[in-house]
């Protein structure tokens, strides 16, 4: 499987190779691409000063076939896609989804996550470019099923505004 490596320790890497693998020979074992070339590739990036862990990710791209006279090819881009990332969020949705009220931690959600089938879920509408827009969903799997975050009364959420 292609894919791209940053700044990775070899430890680390074999590892999370091994998770993205495994994440592969599940999605194979329930899904035979129709109509579509399925690219899949993993993508493995070392800590930021944001977040202090590695960051990996499983991604599918779905490529349609089209015809060129006699050959039948396959698109060289696409804006339907699968990803199953480990410690990462999309930015862009989590800056869509909470206000951050402060440098004090305290973060204020558009729209909370909803458990669904065990997981933590968000959708959200998202531009797919050229005026076409489509659903942007997200699966927060969390070990023990715990958010990476807590809630707050009403109360301390807003004397930690008002320090702000």
């Not at 590739?41 to 599918?60: C, H, K, M, Q, T």
């Not at 696409?78 to 009220?101: A, C, E, G, P």
């Not at 931690?105 to 669904?116: N, W």
Request: proline share 4%.
């Amino acid at each position: 499987m292609k894919g791209s490596v940053s700044g990775i320790a070899p430890a680390d890497l074999d590892r999370e190779r091994k998770v993205v693998a495994e994440i592969h020979l599940l999605v194979k074992s329930k899904y035979s691409p129709t109509g579509v070339e399925a690219d899949f590739n993993g993508s493995y990036d070392r800590p930021d000063a944001e977040v202090p862990v590695n960051l990996y990710n499983y991604s599918i791209y779905f490529l349609h076939y089209f015809c060129e006279g006699n050959v039948i090819k396959t698109d060289h881009e696409t804006s339907t896609s699968l990803t199953v990332s480990v410690n990462r969020f999309d930015l862009k949705f989590m800056r869509n989804q909470m206000k951050i009220i402060c440098r004090r931690g305290i973060l204020q959600h558009k729209k909370m996550p909803v458990e669904k089938d065990g997981n933590f879920f968000f959708e959200e509408d998202a531009g797919l470019g050229l005026g076409v827009t489509g659903k942007s969903r997200t699966w927060m799997i969390t070990r023990d099923n715990k958010l990476p975050f807590a809630y707050v009364t009403k109360k301390e959420f807003l004397e930690k505004k008002k320090i702000c």
